[in-house]
């Protein structure tokens, strides 16, 4: 482990302590007499298979009731739960978009430590993923309707579940008999732009056979409209970070690091943006002593481009003919989905249930994207003798003596690179279960579930037929043609490109083509079980045993367009990737009471739990958990659990290829960034100078990212504790506080392309590291060549905090009102990268994505028919940097982070006579704007609301 503070020590020796008092006290006990107590009945929770009195959870559980998940105007059930302070926004409706083959993909991540760390479980049972590669599940494909609560639980639960429940379980658990109709109908629409959504839910249900059966359908359409940044006063004006001239940083003369002067380096201002590219289509030309930029009216003549002020550095300007990216950023995609499921259960006896249910769920997601492009290397090289070449470009080329120009150009009047992304998943469930006699009951049960990925990318750029295209010339009749004789017989048709506009719609049909990819994941599980509440009885009570086996096969294909993983068009050429495993688990679990009716002891039970696997990948493979529960009174409650498990690479992390892509860095030893003494060091070691200014970051940087066969299985340690508290004396009032921590050694990570090159040239160990290994840059000029952003296994990702909850209800102003406080406090997030060195590592808390303080609070009304409620969310202030990063450069920019955030919500209700509801809400109740400068489309800044104030009704009937 790469790190014991001395919480960590008191928390294992206070586990230890307790464990040894209950070994002392268990004697005292046995002389104890029990009385006749009334039976209580035993339910199952979330965490355990064993059957237990009451709702008694041995680890700490977090449950969200069905009805205050729908109390909202958001789209699905997984952006309601996004909000809950012990999940991250890494894959919402905001941010999805922001990969090949994302778009409308909804994860959930516990803990913000990897939505492959978070098993989503359906009634228990395993469900299959909707993202290639992965266990990830879309909690667009759960039906909203059924929804009974949501159960989030931390620590303990790979040893019952599996071991990529690293981080912890969401478990969705549905309605169990579904009698009579209900239906519902929610349409919204945002106060100041166009974005809307709507929702219709379907949901019959009717016991059959003289009760003994019981069947239900349901079915769920929705969908939203896209949201482009334009399209809001608050995200349209385009901001960039530029050179601060107010800024006097020196530089040391014997070490090179920088002196700081405490003032910004780099400060954000308004319409600001790239002058090196443009819709128009430009270029530089060396003319004397002054380098001059020239760009093209709508008729294609020739002007100087005014570039404004340039703040001394290449690329960026203000108040001048900028490319305004926000043109090409949605804050939401379109997107539409279609739920389809049944089931039906039937009591063959007394003793055996036959349950089955099927599912059909269709979502689309769409995502557009910037246009083709061309800059510096890719440049579009225009001959002189090009036809549409406008006379006053002729003169200046004349002048110049060119025989060629080379623009760049973002080919907007091509058409905009859009992306749709079908999903299809099927899924079938068939269980049995029930009692083998009084004391033994069983569970067995069978999945298969598929996920059909239809990936269609519009506007393809293909390279050689553009090229053909936009090289044009005049045949012997005057007529303009492609200049290439074979092209021409091929169907190529000329184009102008100077000017917006100045694309020709049917050359456009010529070098556009429609790219299609295809995915497809199989999930196949049989699981069997028993279990036994009262397998004997100790002094203290009795003995609950459960066991279990099951087999589990998982499947991944990817499928991409032929010709585009050729490399010959715009679209990253992606390779195809395959991979499959299976898995055989056994597991077993127990719950022993070890003291009762002892001073300061009514109960006192420990529970052990064990699961041992075999990975056709990796091999064998164990967890398993310990835990105590302690009922110190009818009041006070303490519980902890200690967990190990050991998380084998899914088959992206494994097989995936490496892939195509483009990244959009600075270089850590450009002079502006090269500012520490040991940065300066190891710059120099890799043969660049102090005063490096790089061209070549003006651009995005090739790079590869994939799998990695090499990957090894990452081992996790766990540990909750915490105590229950229910005073007596205030009724139906419960407050809750728990401490967690999650270690995770060899921890299997994609690391993002800017920290590659960070932590090779900040490793206090020298440039000879796995980061450095990564990079290749040209052997002479020192720029940048390609990044290779493969997965790996880094040294430790380590977490903890304080989760906590306070619920109260009681009767007031003639009706019944309800409390929750859910919140959690981020004590620490560290990610260690260089295994030989534990002692370097970058603390994440309280940085963009990562607040420290989370709060989530709740208020609902109820009197006669009218019901209201009120929510509001608290996210504390954030760093854009980690402390680390500050130690290298204290005052980078002038937004260094964003302030408290509050955003609430509200709804109220009435319940007629004849089974309508009517209700209305307001999400974002008082306009609550975007923190800095963000769109709330980042991994991170998407905990942030990008709609803005947003008002919805829904009507829905019940009988």
């Given at each position: 482990m790469f790190r014991h503070p001395l919480l960590t020590q008191a928390i294992r020796l206070s586990l230890t302590a307790a464990a040894t008092s209950a070994a002392l006290l268990s004697t005292a006990a046995i002389a104890q007499q029990t009385t006749a107590a009334e039976p209580v009945e035993r339910v199952q929770v979330t965490g355990s298979r064993i059957m237990r009195e009451g709702a008694i959870a041995p680890s700490p559980v977090t449950s969200i009731s069905g009805t205050e998940l729908m109390e909202t105007g958001a789209l699905n059930i997984g952006e309601v739960l996004n909000e809950l302070p012990a999940l991250a926004s890494t894959y919402s409706m905001a941010n999805s978009g922001n990969y090949i083959g994302t778009a409308g993909l909804n994860l959930l991540d516990l803990r913000g430590m990897g939505a492959d760390r978070t098993l989503v479980l359906v009634d228990g049972k395993r469900h299959v993923s909707s993202s290639a590669g992965s266990a990830s599940v879309d909690t667009n494909t759960?039906?909203?309707?059924?929804?009974?609560?949501?159960?989030?639980?931390?620590?303990?639960?790979?040893?019952?579940?599996?071991?990529?429940?690293?981080?912890?379980v969401v478990n969705f658990k549905l309605k169990k008999n579904i009698e009579g109709l209900e239906v519902s109908a929610t349409a919204g629409k945002a106060n100041d732009n166009p974005y809307n959504n709507n929702k219709f839910n379907f949901s019959y249900g009717s016991d059959y056979a003289g009760g003994r059966g019981n069947a239900a359908f349901a079915a769920e359409v929705s969908g939203q409209r896209v949201l482009n940044a334009k399209e809001r006063s608050l995200t349209r004006t385009p901001y960039m970070n530029v050179r601060n001239s107010a800024s006097k940083d020196k530089k040391d003369p014997v070490t090179g690091a920088t002196i700081h002067d405490g003032i910004p380096d780099r400060i954000t201002l308004p319409n600001t943006g790239w002058y090196d590219s443009s819709v128009n289509g430009n270029f530089y030309l060396e003319e004397g002593d002054a380098l001059n930029w020239y760009t093209f009216n709508k008729d294609g003549s020739v002007r100087l481009q005014n570039v404004g002020t340039t703040y001394g550095e290449w690329g960026r300007c203000s108040n001048c003919d900028l490319l305004d990216l926000k043109e090409y950023q949605d804050l939401q995609p379109e997107f539409k989905r279609y739920n389809f499921n049944a089931k039906t259960n039937y009591e063959l006896n007394d003793d055996h249930m036959l349950s089955a249910e099927v599912k059909h769920v269709v979502s689309k997601?769409?995502?557009?994207?910037?246009?083709?492009?061309?800059?510096?290397?890719?440049?579009?090289?225009?001959?002189?003798?090009?036809?549409?070449?406008?006379?006053?470009?002729?003169?200046?080329?004349?002048?110049?003596?060119?025989?060629?120009?080379?623009?760049?150009?973002?080919?907007?009047?091509?058409?905009?690179?859009?992306?749709?992304?079908?999903?299809?998943?099927?899924?079938?469930?068939?269980?049995?279960?029930?009692?083998?006699?009084?004391?033994?009951?069983?569970?067995?049960?069978?999945?298969?579930?598929?996920?059909?990925?239809?990936?269609?990318?519009?506007?393809?750029?293909?390279?050689?037929?553009?090229?053909?295209?936009?090289?044009?010339?005049?045949?012997?009749?005057?007529?303009?043609?492609?200049?290439?004789?074979?092209?021409?017989?091929?169907g190529c048709v000329p184009t102008s490109v100077f000017g917006n506009g100045a694309v020709n719609p049917a050359?456009?049909?010529?070098?556009?083509?429609?790219?299609?990819?295809?995915?497809?994941?199989?999930?196949?599980?049989?699981?069997?079980?028993?279990?036994?509440?009262?397998?004997?009885?100790?002094?203290?009570?009795?003995?609950?045993?459960?066991?279990?086996?099951?087999?589990?096969?998982?499947?991944?294909?990817?499928?991409?367009?032929?010709?585009?993983?050729?490399?010959?068009?715009?679209?990253?050429?992606?390779?195809?990737?395959?991979?499959?495993?299976?898995?055989?688990?056994?597991?077993?679990?127990?719950?022993?009471?070890?003291?009762?009716?002892?001073?300061?002891?009514?109960?006192?039970?420990?529970?052990?739990?064990?699961?041992?696997?075999?990975?056709?990948?990796i091999g064998n493979a164990t967890s398993w958990k310990t835990g105590l529960d302690w009922t110190v009174t009818d009041e006070v409650r303490v519980r902890s659990t200690y967990s190990v498990a050991l998380r084998a690479p899914n088959i992206g992390e494994l097989y995936g290829?490496?892939?195509?892509?483009?990244?959009?860095?600075?270089?850590?030893?450009?002079?502006?960034?090269?500012?520490?003494?040991?940065?300066?060091?190891?710059?120099?070691?890799?043969?660049?100078?102090?005063?490096?200014?790089?061209?070549?970051?003006?651009?995005?940087?090739?790079?590869?990212?994939?799998?990695?066969?090499?990957?090894?299985?990452?081992?996790?340690?766990?540990?909750?504790?915490?105590?229950?508290?229910?005073?007596?004396?205030?009724?139906?009032?419960?407050?809750?506080?728990?401490?967690?921590?999650?270690d995770i050694d060899d921890a299997i990570s994609s690391v993002a392309a800017q920290d590659i090159l960070n932590k090779c040239v900040d490793s206090p160990s020298g440039i000879n590291n796995q980061f450095c290994a990564l990079i290749k840059r040209d052997a002479s000029s020192r720029e940048l060549k390609l990044i290779t952003s493969i997965t790996q296994n880094v040294a430790a990702q380590t977490a903890e905090g304080v989760d906590f909850e306070i619920g109260y209800d009681f009767d007031a102003a003639g009706g019944r009102i309800k409390t929750k406080l859910l919140g959690t406090y981020l004590d620490s997030r560290k990610t260690f990268s260089f295994q030989d060195n534990p002692s370097v590592f970058e603390q994440n808390a309280g940085t963009e994505g990562e607040a420290v303080w989370q709060e989530n609070f709740t208020v609902s009304y109820a009197r006669d028919a009218w019901t209201a409620s009120w929510k509001t969310r608290h996210l504390s202030a954030v760093s854009l940097y980690s402390d680390q990063d500050l130690v290298t450069n204290p005052d980078p920019v002038d937004i260094m982070g964003y302030g408290s955030y509050f955003i609430t919500d509200i709804s109220l209700g009435y319940q007629f006579e004849n089974g309508v509801n009517w209700s209305v809400g307001i999400d974002n109740l008082f306009d609550r704007n975007l923190p800095g400068v963000t769109t709330g489309t980042g991994t991170g800044s998407a905990s942030y609301d990008n709609i803005g104030q947003f008002f919805y009704t829904t009507v829905s009937y019940k009988m």
């Open positions: 759960i039906p909203t309707a059924w929804i009974e609560s949501v159960e989030i639980i931390t620590g303990g639960a790979s040893a019952v579940y599996g071991a990529d429940a690293v981080t912890g997601g769409d995502s557009a994207g910037q246009p083709s492009f061309f800059e510096y290397d890719t440049a579009l090289e225009m001959k002189a003798d090009n036809p549409y070449i406008h006379p006053t470009l002729a003169a200046l080329m004349a002048k110049n003596d060119l025989d060629a120009v080379y623009l760049h150009r973002f080919n907007k009047d091509a058409g905009r690179r859009m992306e749709n992304n079908t999903r299809i998943t099927n899924r079938a469930v068939i269980s049995l279960d029930g009692n083998l006699n009084d004391d033994w009951s069983y569970e067995t049960y069978a999945v298969y579930g598929e996920t059909k990925l239809e990936q269609e990318n519009f506007n393809n750029l293909i390279r050689k037929n553009f090229a053909q295209s936009i090289d044009a010339v005049k045949d012997s009749n005057g007529n303009i043609v492609c200049r290439d004789a074979a092209a021409r017989a091929a050359a456009s049909a010529w070098f556009n083509t429609n790219s299609r990819s295809t995915s497809t994941i199989q999930q196949e599980v049989v699981n069997a079980s028993v279990a036994n509440s009262a397998l004997f009885e100790l002094p203290a009570g009795m003995v609950g045993f459960a066991a279990g086996t099951e087999f589990r096969h998982e499947q991944s294909d990817s499928v991409p367009d032929a010709f585009a993983a050729t490399g010959a068009t715009f679209l990253n050429a992606l390779q195809e990737e395959h991979g499959k495993f299976n898995v055989k688990e056994a597991f077993a679990e127990i719950t022993a009471p070890l003291v009762a009716d002892v001073f300061l002891i009514q109960d006192l039970t420990f529970d052990a739990a064990v699961r041992v696997a075999d990975y056709s990948s290829p490496q892939n195509q892509t483009y990244f959009s860095v600075y270089d850590p030893c450009g002079k502006e960034y090269n500012q520490s003494a040991l940065r300066v060091q190891n710059c120099k070691a890799l043969g660049i100078p102090v005063n490096f200014d790089p061209t070549a970051t003006a651009s995005t940087i090739e790079g590869l990212s994939g799998g990695n066969p090499n990957l090894q299985p990452e081992e996790s340690t766990s540990y909750t504790v915490g105590a229950v508290y229910q005073p007596e004396l205030i009724e139906n009032l419960t407050f809750t506080v728990d401490y967690w921590s999650i």
